[in-house]
């Protein structure tokens, strides 16, 4: 799977998963619940210490499956990046930018998707090649902030994350996101062994995103 199937897989999904989990076996378990309730987008953190395993195995697991997607999280560095990547990870995502990872993901064909909080940072991770922004955390740069963005910057790809809900997450598309990352609620059911509810609400995410498209 090369860069622009990925960057075009997830861009047709919408909706990231963002796994954490305190375990390998509830990261892949939260995971394999997300992708059965249809959000293919796995981000996998590294604030699970287990990340690389899960990549690995979900993306052995997923690799015959065309729209599904895993991903690395919480990535603060080129080692991590390459780790993450030598794992299986299609893409890197991390809280902020970082031009040791930005520059290791162009040389491997990897989009980067970084954390940003304002318009200088947004222009120079593009400037370093990234395909897609993140702005983090959502809740508190608030939904003005992406409009906000868009007027100087229409073309770029902002994926939020951090207080999307499926009360707002009509407004974020509203107000300019192109994609949106989901964690908070699917990390505390997990960490409870509800991954039957895990796979509903992903579900609820699915349509309700489909609905604003």
Do not use: Q
Request: aromatic share 8%; hydrophobic share 40%; charged share 25%.
């Amino acid at each position: 799977m090369n860069k622009v199937e990925v960057l075009s897989k997830i861009e047709v999904s919408g909706v990231v998963a963002v796994v954490r989990g305190d375990s390998k076996e509830v990261g892949i378990k939260i995971s394999e619940a997300c992708i059965k309730g249809n959000v293919k987008i796995i981000e996998v953190t590294y604030t699970n210490k287990f990340a690389s395993e899960i990549i690995k195995e979900l993306d052995e697991k997923y690799s015959e499956i065309d729209d599904v997607v895993i991903g690395a999280g919480t990535v603060l560095d080129s080692e991590t990046a390459r780790l993450a990547i030598l794992s299986g990870a299609k893409f890197i995502v991390s809280p902020c930018f970082s031009e040791e990872t930005a520059k290791l993901c162009n040389r491997y064909g990897v989009p980067y998707i970084p954390g940003v909080m304002t318009i200088n940072e947004v222009v120079k991770a593009y400037e370093f090649g990234a395909d897609i922004v993140k702005v983090f955390p959502g809740n508190v740069l608030g939904m003005d902030f992406v409009s906000a963005l868009k007027a100087p910057l229409p073309h770029a790809n902002v994926m939020v994350t951090g207080g999307v809900n499926l009360d707002n997450i009509y407004l974020w598309k509203k107000f300019g996101a192109n994609l949106v990352g989901i964690g908070g609620e699917i990390n505390k059911l997990g960490v409870n062994g509800k991954f039957d509810e895990i796979t509903e609400l992903c579900t609820r995410y699915t349509e309700k995103y489909n609905e604003v498209r």
